[in-house]
């Protein structure tokens, strides 16, 4: 997650930083006593990521064949503003938005994304895409808070809330440019003029330095792929095409940018199969989260046989950190899965639809196989597979960094 260039959104950034650990550690799970609602997935401080992590969740669930609880769709709901907007959180929805209260686009894309992928919430949707619209930038992308410079991130989320109400991205313009604009002037040159190190050709930026010069990114570039190519969060396994490769230099097109891209990824995961990461004052540690979102990217482009080796390392090595970050690790987990037509509930021995049902309130329905699985628990209360999965990750947490909002959506910059 990228550092934004928002002083106020850097600061919630900070104050995550300083609450996350301990208050997954003091509350594990929803069945622990808390004082969030009910409705919602997880059970540490939604004040930062709670519409965030709901929609993720709640879209995860749709994509592994789960009907989420009515609560928790009308909790999301329930966030939203009067002018279609949404904010990380209101503890009060009952009370109107008013200048004071934060919203974002990361948030309303996301919500946009689960609510019309559950169908019969179209209203809500045309609220928030008519807001989206109205906060885009003249150079046609968007940035994490309205008026905030254009980011690829945050272009691409909104990318695939527009492709999720089966809008055209490339038709929602401002100052005669579009999404796909903003993206191509974010991707790093294979060669040429402004070209980068061979090591970096063909990655995204998260957005210019000061100084203007692209830095590649490789959650940047993860996101970039896969809204250059017009999709959302959610991926459906593609056909294996040609190896990607590096090629063109100056502006190409929105496919051939994610192309470019994709090849980055694919060098950038070759020697350990992840990608890495770290906090102020911290050695690089592996970042699942962003890894996972590789894997998406790489599929989204036709690359699930170079996305292999690091589904598998996700499937050994993630239960703990997913366990330790809550419901929207496993969502990202659960797309990563679907995008290469894996197994969810059968994610290197995990079950990760069963995990994430246990972070919230029960689902209506699931799918035949979801229901087989479950036949040996107590399908009111699936806490208690949660709270094993806590003690394994809980002698990670401070090594395993802080969870999906900062892997994956208050990015820092990276070589």
Known sequence: ???????????????????????????????????????????????????????????????????????????????????????????????????????????????????????????????AVAWLKSVQNKDGGWGYAPGGASDTNSTSVV????????????????????????????????????????????AFAFQPDKKGKLVANADATAAGVVGALGKGLVVEPAAQAEAAACSGSGSPSPQQAAANGAAYLTKALAKDGHLNSALPGSTDQPDHGNTADAVVALAAQGQAAQAKKSLEWLEQNSSAWAAQSGPAAYAQLIFAAHATGTDPRDFG???????????????????????KADETTDETDDSGSGDVWWMVGAGLAAGAGIGFLLSSRNKRRQP
Request: glycine fraction near 10%; aromatic fraction near 4%; charged fraction near 20%.
């Open 1 to 127: 997650m990228n550092v934004r260039r928002s002083a106020a959104v850097l600061a919630a950034a900070t104050a995550v930083i300083g609450a996350a650990v301990p208050a997954v550690a003091a509350d594990p799970s929803p069945s622990a006593s808390r004082a969030f609602p009910a409705e919602l997935y997880g059970g540490t401080d939604p004040t930062y990521d709670g519409v965030w992590r709901q929609s993720l969740a709640l879209l995860a669930q749709h994509t592994a064949g789960v009907k989420p609880a009515a609560t928790s769709v009308d909790w999301l709901t329930g966030q939203q503003c009067a002018n279609g907007a949404f904010a990380p959180y209101r503890a009060d929805p009952a009370a109107p938005c008013d200048a004071k209260l934060m919203v974002d686009t990361n948030n309303t894309a996301a919500a946009v994304q689960a609510l019309a992928a559950l169908g019969g919430h179209d209203a809500a949707t045309d609220k």
């Open 159 to 202: 990318v695939g809330a527009l492709t999720a109400v089966r809008e055209k991205p490339a038709d929602v313009r401002k100052g005669g440019r579009g999404p796909y604009d903003a993206l191509m002037k974010l991707a790093l040159p294979c060669e040429g003029e402004g070209a980068a190190a061979a090591a970096d050709a063909g």
């Open 349 to 371: 021995g995990t079950d990760l639809v069963k995990q994430l049902n246990a972070t919230g309130p029960a689902p209506q329905t699931a799918t035949a196989k979801s229901e």
